[in-house]
């Protein structure tokens, strides 16, 4: 049984920064795609951005309302995925969560119901 951990939430202004890290734990992939989705009160869970990884590297997509703000990357000594959101604007106000699929794929995995296991959630509050 895989379980993700989310961390790095927080209250951060307009303009801020914050890194979120989602550490999976149970089991090790060696091929899968990890996503970033956020839910704000009152609205659907979106997709937020993905990476897709293998033992040659990795690819990651990005909605178009976080594009060029934030980036996903990997630490492998770690085995964590990190969400780097800069330039954070109220409207990025919403729970985070971490998802996981085992399988490696270069296409992009922006629906939930392409990923098995689920995070918690963290809360990202921004103010103006």
């Known amino acids: 049984q895989v379980q993700l951990k989310e961390s790095g939430g927080g209250l951060v202004q307009a303009g801020g920064s914050l890194r979120l890290s989602c550490a999976p734990s149970?089991?090790?992939?060696?091929?899968?795609?990890m996503g970033w989705f956020r839910q704000a009160p009152g609205k659907e869970r979106e997709f937020v951005a993905t990476?897709?990884?293998?033992?040659?590297?990795?690819?990651?997509y990005y909605a178009d309302s976080v594009k060029g703000r934030f980036a996903i990357t990997r630490d492998n000594a770690k085995n964590t995925v990190f969400l780097q959101m800069n330039s954070l604007k109220p409207e990025d106000t919403a729970v985070y969560y971490c998802?996981?699929?085992?399988?490696?794929?270069?296409?992009?995995?922006?629906?939930?119901?392409?990923?098995?296991?689920w995070g918690q959630g963290t809360q990202v509050t921004v103010s103006s």
């Open positions: 998802a996981a699929v085992e399988g490696y794929t270069t296409i992009l995995r922006s629906a939930r119901y392409e990923y098995d296991y």
């Open positions: 149970g089991r090790t992939f060696s091929s899968y795609t």
């Open positions: 990476i897709n990884i293998n033992w040659s590297g990795t690819i990651a």
